[in-house]
């Protein structure tokens, strides 16, 4: 009996200064049960040695563009892909040998259009930023998704390319645009059982300012005034610092002060954006 043939994968990766995450993402990927038949990177006008890391692996393809954003990246990524399923993953994550063959399964079975992964663990709890990032978010410090993730939800990590292609990809523009994908299908991801990775969090100052900021800029934060004034450092009245502070946990002030600069940061320029359109 002629055996079936197992589904071939693109994995495509954005990159924006990752120098200090993505050898270790690439490795896990070369490493998987079921190998991508190509890894795809998209470096997002990066001024890091990133481009330097990614060419160091043999069999990786490297696409340069200027700082667009990663969902400019990914469609850019897509567009020369050949996998009949694409996975979009991110340079901060590193993954279980067999990630890739949990999350295309339902896709390979005919059972779904696209999945994702619903088990996430944060890869550096160990770095006192990292942990507290998550503290800020309500999630216990080793796991980057709440136990009551939903098994459907909008940003696809695997996606028949068949069908990516034929709804035009990603809108691209800000943090959340991996949600407009979903949109333009009509439908919501999947969550693959058993698929297993570890995501990077911000662990340095400068890379929470500058997460919040992508984040302040985007839709996943309410752009009002009053949400403003929420977030902003200045304002005494704003996120009750002292109520989040808990033995151990002395440097989560400095932590929301940087990340609410951020915030704000973000929110002021994704206003001058809409004003200049």
């Known amino acids: 009996m002629e055996s079936l043939r197992l589904p071939t994968v693109s994995v ?4 924006y200064n990752e120098a200090r995450v993505i050898a270790r993402c690439l490795q896990s990927l070369m490493d998987q049960t079921h190998r991508p038949q190509e890894i795809i990177v998209v470096d997002d006008g990066s001024t890091d040695c990133t481009r330097a890391i990614v060419r160091s692996f043999g069999g990786v393809m490297l696409f340069e563009q200027s ?18 399923i694409l996975c979009f993953l991110d340079a901060d994550m590193h ?26 663990y944060v890869a550096n709890p160990q770095e006192r930023w990292a942990r507290l990032w998550n503290l800020n978010q309500r999630l216990p410090i080793t796991h980057k998704l709440a136990d009551e993730y939903p098994e459907r939800q909008a940003v696809f990590r695997a996606v028949r390319r068949d069908a990516f292609l034929a709804a035009g990809g990603f809108i691209a523009g ?16 999947v969550a693959a059982p058993g698929a297993v990775c570890y995501h990077t969090n911000p662990a340095r100052l400068g890379e929470i300012y500058g997460q919040a900021r992508w984040i302040g800029a985007s839709m996943a934060v309410p752009q009002t ?23 151990g946990e002395r440097a989560l002030p400095l932590f929301r002060l940087v990340y ?13 954006g809409r004003k200049a359109k």
């Open 95 to 120: 993954f279980a040998r067999d990630f890739v063959a949990r999350l295309i399964a339902p896709i390979a079975a005919g059972e779904e259009l696209g999945t994702f992964h619903a088990t996430e």
């Open 225 to 247: 005034t009053r949400e403003f004034w929420r977030y902003c450092p200045l304002n005494p009245r704003g996120k009750d610092w002292r109520a989040l502070t808990r033995p």
């Open 12 to 15: 495509v990766i954005p990159a």
């Open 67 to 84: 700082h667009e954003g990663s969902g400019a990246a990914r469609n850019r990524g897509a567009a020369v892909a050949v996998g009949d």
């Open 260 to 272: 609410g600069a951020g915030i704000c940061a973000g929110m002021l320029r994704a206003r001058r």
């Open 174 to 189: 800000g943090y959340d645009d991996d949600l407009s994908l979903a949109e333009r299908l009509g439908t919501l991801a």
